[in-house]
């Protein structure tokens, strides 16, 4: 069983950064995605990461901003946020899925989900 958890969200002013971290656990073989949920909208995708590095970005506004990257062990990966703006305020999920990133971006695509960390960007 995949397991996987969510570390360092926070309160940030916009302009700033943050990185979130996946721990995953009994996921070698599975890509992960980060997604974000704002109050009232539905989940949306944001990029993935294959087991072989491997990744993708699914939202167009934050390409350039947005990075993610995943340690050689495949047991962390990262999530690296600059520029931030209010609008990326939200609860932050990492998701896995086998093998590849689905190819939608979307969150019914993955099958294991963590608990979720709040990002919260201040104007």
């Known amino acids: 069983q995949v397991q996987l958890v969510e570390s360092g969200g926070g309160l940030v002013h916009a302009g700033g950064s943050l990185r979130l971290s996946c721990a995953v656990s009994?996921?070698?073989?599975?890509?992960i995605g980060w997604f974000r949920q704002a109050p009232g909208k539905e989940r949306e995708g944001l990029l993935c990461?294959?087991?072989?590095?491997?990744?993708?970005y699914y939202k167009h506004s934050v390409k350039g901003r947005f990075t993610i990257t995943r340690d050689n062990a495949k047991t962390t990966v990262y999530l690296e946020m600059s520029s931030l703006e209010p609008a990326d305020t939200g609860v932050y999920y990492c998701?896995?899925?086998?093998?590849?990133?689905?190819?939608?971006?979307?969150?019914?695509?993955?099958?294991?989900w963590g608990q979720g960390t709040q990002v919260t960007v201040s104007s």
């Open positions: 998701a896995g899925r086998r093998s590849y990133c689905s190819i939608s971006g979307s969150w019914s695509a993955y099958n294991f």
């Open positions: 009994n996921g070698d073989d599975y890509a």
């Open positions: 990461i294959t087991n072989r590095g491997d990744w993708m």
